[in-house]
């Protein structure tokens, strides 16, 4: 299995401001996601994270809001830009050997915007 | 029809007794589908993997995967106060360039002492 880091693990940040996410994977991993995770709600996926182009993103989330990189294959970061209070969440990071095999997920970044 | 449902629950069983949790999926093509356990304020962890029908158990734990009713299932045996948590269904979706993981609203589940 993979043991993966996320940091910071919460924040607190105010209106207009970015905060990136960064995620480390203790091994190789062919795929990286970032996923959010509103109060009382399940995950929904934000994109996946794919090595040196860009990340490929889900209805409903576009790159200027939520720009991603991963220079290599065990590090990711998520900006979420110009943030509002709609945007506090938690932010969780997952990697896996492909999206047919097991994800193992980072402990989450919680983040409230005021 | 939501891609993944689940039960919302919340599920009560009292301790030593089994808790069912069931899981229905739309792809018919889908091939992996997934268990994740939540505790409150943690990140999901998972519980089972299942490929293929039939039942699948590890420990307390049994997935049963029907693929031609699209349903997929988990069974708690003796269940504990520490089984208490969010339960969450995972399904790989297949699309024509790529395929991704969906996840289920989860279904809480409560064991009573």
């Known amino acids: 299995s993979a043991v993966i880091s996320q940091k910071p693990s919460r924040d607190i940040c105010q209106r207009g401001t970015s905060l990136t996410i960064q995620c480390q994977v203790d091994?190789?991993?062919?795929?990286m996601f970032w996923y959010r995770q509103q109060p009382g709600q399940s995950l929904t996926l934000i994109a996946t994270a794919n090595q040196g182009s860009e990340a490929t993103y889900e209805s409903g989330f576009v790159i200027d809001k939520f720009p991603i990189s991963r220079p290599n294959l065990t590090f990711s970061t998520l900006t979420v830009s110009n943030m509002s209070p709609e945007d506090s969440s938690i932010y969780l990071c997952?990697?896996?050997?492909?999206?047919?095999?097991?994800?193992?997920f980072g402990p989450g970044t919680r983040l409230l915007v005021l | 029809q939501k891609e993944v449902e689940q039960n919302s629950g919340p599920l009560s069983v009292p301790e030593g007794a089994i808790a069912s949790l069931n899981c229905t999926y739309s792809d018919r093509v889908s091939q992996s589908f997934f268990w994740y356990r939540q505790y409150s304020g943690k990140s999901p962890e998972l519980i089972m993997s299942i490929y293929s029908n039939g039942d699948k158990e590890d420990g307390r734990f049994t997935a049963q995967l029907n693929k031609a009713s699209q349903y997929v299932s988990l069974l708690i045996r003796d269940s504990q106060p520490s089984d208490s948590a969010t339960y969450l269904c995972?399904?790989?979706?297949?699309?024509?360039?790529?395929?991704?993981?969906?996840f289920g609203p989860g279904t809480s589940l409560s064991v009573i002492p």
């Open positions: 995972a399904v790989n979706r297949v699309k024509t360039s790529y395929d991704k993981v969906i």
């Open positions: 091994s190789q991993v062919t795929m």
């Open positions: 997952s990697g896996g050997q492909g999206v047919r095999e097991t994800q193992y």
